[in-house]
T-cell receptor
Framework: GAVVSQHPSRVICKSGTSVKIECRSL??????MFWYRQFPKKSLMLMAT?????????EQGVEKDKFLINHASLTLSTLTVTSAHPEDSSFYIC???????????????FGPGTRLTVL | DQQVKQNSPSLSVQEGRISILNCDYT??????FLWYKKYPAEGPTFLIS?????DKNEDGRFTVFLNKSAKHLSLHIVPSQPGDSAVYFC?????????FGTGTRLQVFP
């Protein structure tokens, strides 16, 4: 089956620093990758959609200058949390989709997630 | 505005019995629905899906029912097993992205 990895699995950083999270599709080419954030006891909230080679599309309320997304290749997308603050502490999950946008079946494969703790 | 809702945050079921997880949605344009299972500190894993042209889809112990007129779907797990204990999310396909419900924590006890 399709496998998506994330690195690191958990990270602790000081307030004001930047943190980069990688999302890789290991055995397929991902035309689209998604970044989600999960708050405790809350749903998965879509932050942004990134298509390889183009700018990410951010959901309403998500600061694009704070959460930088790069989708430089068909197997790698990165999320950089810039100038992290304690309120950015959360569980970040990426997913990858192989089929082009507009397909009826929006099959996404999820990574294992990254736990970010900002002190 | 929560377009996909799971009104029961938790459910406790005895092993061997049926687990029924419910999900409601507000947008009648949604035409594809998925259920995901999630363990703590892990990403969601796909369980089962259903297209709006169907009202039932079955895969082993898992069956999803869709009532379009009521904008309601449910996931039935029978018989429930302790390993089914997890958080279950329903999701609606909104063309290019998935919209998730808030999740229901299922606990299956012996």
């Amino acid at each position: 089956g399709a496998v998506v990895s994330q690195h690191p699995s958990r990270v602790i950083c000081k307030s004001g620093t930047s943190v980069k999270i990688e999302c890789r599709s290991l055995d397929f080419q991902a035309t689209t990758m998604f970044w989600y954030r999960q708050f405790p006891k809350k749903s998965l909230m879509l932050m942004a959609t990134s298509n390889e080679g183009s700018k990410a599309t951010y959901e309403q309320g998500v600061e694009k200058d704070k959460f930088l997304i790069n989708h430089a290749s068909l197997t790698l997308s990165t999320l950089t949390v810039t100038s992290a603050h304690p309120e950015d502490s959360s569980f970040y999950i990426c997913s990858a989709r192989a089929t082009p946008g507009g397909s009826q079946y929006n099959e996404q494969f999820f990574g294992p997630g990254t736990r970010l703790t900002v002190l | 505005d929560q377009q996909v809702k799971q009104n029961s945050p938790s459910l406790s079921v005895q092993e061997g019995r049926i687990s029924i997880l419910n999900c409601d949605y507000t947008n009648s344009m949604f035409d594809y629905f998925l259920w995901y299972k999630k363990y703590p500190a892990e990403g969601p894993t796909f369980l089962i899906s259903i297209s709006s042209i169907k009202d039932k889809n079955e895969d082993g112990r898992f069956t999803v029912f869709l009532n379009k007129s009521a904008k309601h779907l449910s996931l039935h797990i029978v018989p429930s097993q302790p390993g089914d204990s997890a958080v279950y999310f329903c999701a609606a396909d909104n063309t290019d992205k998935l919209i998730f419900g808030t999740g229901t924590r299922l606990q299956v006890f012996p």
